[in-house]
């Protein structure tokens, strides 16, 4: 079956561009899911470390993580489904996603040195 997608990632028969969009979106939902799962077993491990740096930002890590795809999915969901009636609404979650984005690679830094300073440690 040939694809009328161009060079550009666009199609060129609306239905196919709705079917290349829509499927922009389901990854991040994927990755908002996984780090859920994760944020649930980091507590546990957490509970069991509490004096840790690294182990206590952890979960707020995969929190923002999490924040961070659900607002990527959101966000290409409803322009995938041509939702321009509420630009505003777009704006604010980009605006919080950037926010959040800020956070996660200092936080990102800081459990990793922590963590890799525990293992060196034992």
Not at 30 to 45: D, E, G, K, P, R
Not at 48 to 72: C, E, K, N, V
Not at 88 to 101: C, P
Request: proline share 5%.
């Amino acid at each position: 079956m040939e694809s009328n997608i161009s060079g550009n990632g666009t199609a060129s028969d609306p239905d196919e561009t709705l079917l290349y969009a829509s499927a922009t979106a389901w990854p991040f939902f994927v990755y908002m899911s996984v780090a859920v799962v994760v944020f649930v077993a980091q507590l546990f491990v957490t509970s069991r470390r509490p004096a840790l740096a690294g182990f206590i930002l952890t979960p707020i890590l995969l929190l923002l993580l999490a924040f961070d795809f659900l607002i990527i999915a959101l966000d290409a969901q409803l322009l995938d489904e041509g939702a321009t009636s509420s630009p505003r609404v777009l704006a604010g979650f980009r605006m919080g996603r950037f926010f959040v984005a800020s956070l996660v690679v200092p936080l990102t830094l800081v459990c990793t040195f922590e963590i890799a300073y525990e293992v060196h440690k034992w």
